[in-house]
Nanobody, 116 residues
């Protein structure tokens, strides 16, 4: 059974940091491109970051550039999103996504709220 389980969300003050984790099981994690998306209330889901398995290349959205970092540990079947200098506009449900060819899986999401 395929599972993506996100954790690490919560309430944080502006300027603070959080590290999200996404634990994968039920598929060959190392062969998949891993992504983070987020969805704020009343808005469409948007892509945040991606990490390519083969060479470890990473890319992040302009809105989080220089603040968020994506990484993965293939030995632990886990992908991470380190979020620094958080802003109120980062408030959203954050989702983990695994993709390979025409297959993709989604996690259930973890809430991140940035508020004073």
């Amino acid at each position: 059974q395929v599972q993506l389980v996100e954790s690490g969300g919560g309430l944080v003050r502006p300027g603070g940091s959080l590290r999200l984790s996404c634990a994968a099981s039920g598929f060959t994690f190392s062969g998949y491109v891993m992504k983070w998306y987020r969805q704020a209330p009343g808005k469409e889901r948007e892509w945040v970051a991606v990490i390519i398995s083969a060479n470890g290349s990473t890319y992040v959205a302009d809105s989080v550039k220089d603040r968020f970092t994506i990484s993965r540990d293939n030995a632990k079947n886990t992908v991470y999103l380190q979020m620094n200098s958080l802003k109120s506009e980062d408030t959203a449900v954050y989702y983990c996504n695994a993709q390979r060819a025409g297959t993709q899986y989604w996690g259930q999401g973890t809430q991140v709220t940035v508020s004073s």
